[in-house]
């Protein structure tokens, strides 16, 4: 790995990363190997953050190594911090399209269509022809905040890419977050928050970042109050949140954001 990217790293995940990286470069052909999101940013907290990484390969997977990269996957992934990792080629990052192709995904959602699959041929078939919206985040936010593993920085490799397909994508996980902000409050507020950060200020911010933002932009009490008592939560207190403080944290955000 890149000397200056393992001196970024929180020396917490330092070593399951370079693990991870090393056990990766034996099956896939590597070209370059980002890490974004918390461990990025700043933001990485043990208990519930992911290890967000995303690959350029030089071609496709060949069926071999799809499924030796499932089974990594598989192996590594919680053991300690769930993974979250998306393969891409050059050719896809030198011809972006939103919502983007991709040669392999993987994150915890998956895991049992892996496992179902197992060492079948479906393993190369599972995602084939799918796309994915989220990339367009992944990539932009690697771009501007992720640490360089192996390789070159993305921005050196991306063409065709616009700021309304980041737009386009962080506003249709907005809508999800809204959709969850009772069944998960922590991440929805929080998430919501870093959207609200950049549609207001064009801010790329962590959930950290983004609590503190929140601070300085005169919400209403009650709606701070709900971020704040996310950040609290997120840092590993214990917070209940009534239904009708997200009802109004809801209502906030839908307004801002002018969704309908």
Not at 132 to 154: K, N, Q, S
Not at 210 to 225: H, I, L, N, Q, T
């Amino acid at each position: 790995m890149n000397d200056d990217a393992t001196q970024a790293l929180p020396i917490l995940v330092r070593p399951v990363i370079e693990a991870f990286v090393d056990r990766l470069k034996e099956i896939v052909p590597i070209a370059h190997v980002y890490v974004h999101g918390s461990v990025a940013m700043g933001g990485f907290h043990p208990d519930h953050s992911d290890l967000d990484f995303l690959i350029v390969a030089g071609r496709p997977l060949s069926d071999e190594e799809r499924l030796a990269l499932t089974h990594l996957c598989l192996t590594s992934s919680n053991d300690p911090y769930p993974i979250e990792l998306s393969v891409l080629t050059v050719h896809e990052l030198t011809n972006w399209q939103h919502p983007s192709p991709f040669d392999f995904h993987y994150s915890e959602g998956w895991r049992t269509r892996f496992e179902l699959a197992g060492q079948s041929s479906e393993v190369s078939t599972l995602q084939s022809g799918l796309t994915d919206p989220d990339l367009a985040a992944h990539v932009r936010i690697t771009c501007e905040r992720g640490i360089v593993l192996y390789g070159r920085p993305l921005k050196s490799l991306l063409s065709g890419f616009k700021e309304e397909n980041y737009r386009d994508a962080i506003m249709s996980d907005a809508l999800d977050c809204l959709d969850s902000v009772h069944d998960a409050p922590v991440y929805s507020v929080l998430n919501l928050t870093r959207v609200l950060a950049y549609c207001s200020d064009q801010l790329i911010l962590s959930k950290q970042e983004a609590y503190e933002w929140s601070r300085g932009k005169g919400f209403p009490s009650d709606v701070s109050r709900t971020v704040a008592k996310a950040a609290g939560a997120y840092a590993g207190e214990e917070i209940h949140f009534a239904a009708d403080e997200l009802d109004v944290f809801y209502n906030f955000v839908r307004t801002h954001l002018s969704l309908k």
